[in-house]
């Protein structure tokens, strides 16, 4: 099957955004904007730039691999923000911008001169997105921090533990990600939308902790009821149902069950052939997990795959991260199919754009530091 992927014109395009952030959050906000026809003009200090350019592995032009996927299709502009000459192009260029992207500690732009108040008094329509993990104002403002530390903050760190109360490094960068960079562009969006309305832009707070509490959302549920908050290796989604675990098979690999409703655990019981009075699982559900554990762990995985295969069970087996980039359904629905341009074309970091805002084999390149001055000139291949 090919690609569903067709050329199609960008909602963004024509939309200026002026880009000072770094490592994860910022920047893959940024790509989201720019993979949908935004023109992004990432800001970089002349020293060695985005510290994300030196991490390993590298790909080309002293720049690793995770920088590429993070800022493909950008332009890049070197200036020391020290200097008064370097502030004073920022203010010219934030004239053209209608977004710009910042994520220093609360307070930094505002004493380099180039902070929201400022930069609104010369460009009313511009939306300022500051992107922190404590926001703007309160007591933890000026905290220093990264994705695992806000996590524990906000509690969610805790409710991936296991029975022994102990909680998992995540394999996921779910504050960055979940609670930064997908937060940040969604209200730009709606901040876009209010000054082609209005005329006037807005400045968004937004802090990766905020956005962290929307993923809790059953856990706080059953605070607010009065049961407290969930122990660890219980609950309905932390492991304390038969109906949402990650069970071994024979050969070391895992099922990942999640049949949560009646008519999907009724089809799963039949498929694995659980005793009927262990499918009722509500009376002890710790002897329910036990028996299920067995049987699904005297199978192999492809056993199990071949057993769920075309029966509505909620399951799968789990796959390595390099077996699911080569999985079929994901290769068909094209989201590897666009490239970066380098010493060799790699696949581009899928974004969470929807079909009809990505093109089939689309390639950029990634650029190098300080290459541009300006929106206005054509990126070069690296």
């Not at 909602?11 to 893959?28: E, H, K, N, Y």
Request: net charge neutral; hydrophobic share 45%; proline share 8%.
């Amino acid at each position: 099957m090919t690609s569903p992927l067709q050329p199609r014109s960008r909602p963004l395009a024509g939309i200026r955004v002026l880009d000072f952030s770094t490592l994860l959050p910022g920047p893959l906000a940024t790509l989201i904007l720019a993979e949908a026809g935004a023109d992004v003009l990432k800001v970089e200090r002349p020293e060695g730039g985005d510290d994300m350019r030196g991490f390993p592995p590298a790909f080309a032009d002293a720049a690793g691999y995770n920088f590429a996927l993070l800022n493909r299709g950008k332009r890049s502009l070197a200036l020391d923000l020290k200097q008064p000459a370097a502030v004073e192009r920022v203010r010219q260029l934030a004239c053209e911008a209608h977004v710009l992207v910042e994520q220093f500690r609360p307070g930094v732009m505002a004493r380099l001169g180039l902070g929201h108040d400022e930069l609104s008094r010369l460009n009313p329509r511009l939306v300022y997105c500051s992107i922190t993990g404590y926001g703007q104002a309160g007591p933890m403002a000026q905290v220093a921090g990264h994705d695992l530390n806000y996590l524990a903050e906000t509690g969610l760190l805790m409710l991936a533990a296991g029975a022994d109360g102990t909680p998992p490094v995540p394999p996921g960068l779910i504050a960055d990600i979940g609670g930064g960079a997908l937060p940040a562009v969604i209200n730009i969006l709606m901040a876009l939308r209010e000054a082609e309305r209005t005329g006037r832009g807005r400045h968004l707070d937004v802090a990766m902790t905020d956005g962290l509490f929307a993923w809790s959302f059953w856990a706080q549920g059953e605070i607010a009821a009065g049961c407290g908050a969930p122990k660890p290796g219980s609950g309905l989604l932390a492991g304390g149902s038969p109906r949402y675990q990650v069970y071994p098979t024979s050969d070391g690999k895992f099922v990942a069950a999640a049949p949560l409703e009646q008519k999907f655990w009724q089809n799963f019981c039949a498929a694995i052939g659980l005793d009927r009075k262990l499918a009722d699982d509500g009376g002890d559900p710790a002897a329910t997990r036990a028996a299920v554990a067995r049987i699904i762990a005297g199978r192999t995985a492809e056993h199990w795959r071949q057993a769920f295969a075309g029966r509505d069970v909620c399951c799968a087996v789990a796959r390595t991260l390099d077996e699911a980039m080569c999985e079929p359904h994901f290769r068909d629905r094209g989201l590897f199919a666009a490239q970066i341009v380098g010493p060799r074309p790699v696949p581009a970091l899928p974004v969470p754009l929807a079909t009809c805002y990505r093109d089939a084999g689309d390639a950029k390149p990634f650029p190098r530091l300080g290459e541009h001055k300006s929106w206005a000139e054509e990126m070069s291949q690296t």
